[in-house]
């Protein structure tokens, strides 16, 4: 997403704002007045919320100036660079969001997939007070997992035979892989009254089976989650200020998009590229990620 400085401000937007470090994250607008909209859930918005690069002529951080709503711009705190700051305003919001709606401190929570979303999901969820447990396909992940505050790591190539995901381990397990993971091995690992929420999306018309079993006699939940309000939004960034939650990054001038994206599809970023701008300062106000 993007974070840049204030250069101009509408009428009825104070002009102290002209200056100010600001990000935007997915979200552009809302209508403001339906009933989601009235309960602090505008990404959930029932006229359908506006993306930041959804539609003709929106291009985001792309452009040389970004002009959006005042209500949906964040201060940045300063214990955050503009670059760490970028990739929170997505996917920081998009984990937290639902570990705060799920996870009770002590809760043993999962995190499956240690990718660009996954690695802040387990250092949100162990700021929150959870004892997590990463899972990942790729073991190389163990010793970074661990330094993100997992308790646990589990490599699972394959969930279905993995021995090491028991039956009711986990309180909340957050799904970020975007493969099509066995939705049924899932539930099995979760405890009663757990929760499994599906971040990941693997593309197209994507389903999940679900055996009605192990569902109702767990009394257990499968929920999806998309990004959050903007409460949700000022919250997160205050959050990971004070608890110290930082993306993993890599930055890259902006003209490198393509070479960047080609790097993206290759799966060889470990977690996020920052794309920023002027491309002679990494360390640029201006960030997109």
Known sequence: M??????????AVPQSHVGNRMGVGWLANSCRSCAACLRGCENVCQQGYQGLIVG?????GFATVLRVNNDFTYPIPEALSSAEAAPLLCAGITVYAPLKRWL?????????????????????????G????????DASKASESFAFGAKEFIHAPDL????????GQFDVILNTASATIPTNALLRS?????????LGIPGGDAEISVKLSDLVFGQKR??????????DMREMLAFAAAKGVKPRIETAPLHEVNAQMARLTKGDVRYRIVLVSPA?????PDATA
């Not at 279905?160 to 039956?167: E, F, P, S, V």
């Not at 499968?222 to 409460?231: D, E, L, N, P, Q």
């Not at 002679?280 to 640029?284: D, G, K, M, V």
Request: aromatic share 2%; net charge neutral; hydrophobic share 50%.
């Open 2 to 11: 993007v974070v840049g400085v204030v250069v101009a401000a509408g009428k």
């Open 56 to 60: 003709a002529h929106k291009c985001g």
């Open 104 to 128: 009770h401190p002590g809760g043993r929570v999962a995190i499956l997939g240690v990718g660009g979303l996954g690695h802040l999901a387990v250092q949100f969820a162990a700021a929150m």
């Open 130 to 137: 959870g004892v997590v447990t990463a899972i990942d396909i």
């Open 160 to 167: 279905l035979g993995c021995d090491a995901m028991q039956h």
């Open 190 to 198: 979760l405890a009663a009254d757990g929760t499994l929420v599906q």
């Open 222 to 231: 499968v929920v999806g989650s998309i990004v959050g309000g903007r409460a």
């Open 280 to 284: 002679q300062h990494a360390e640029s």
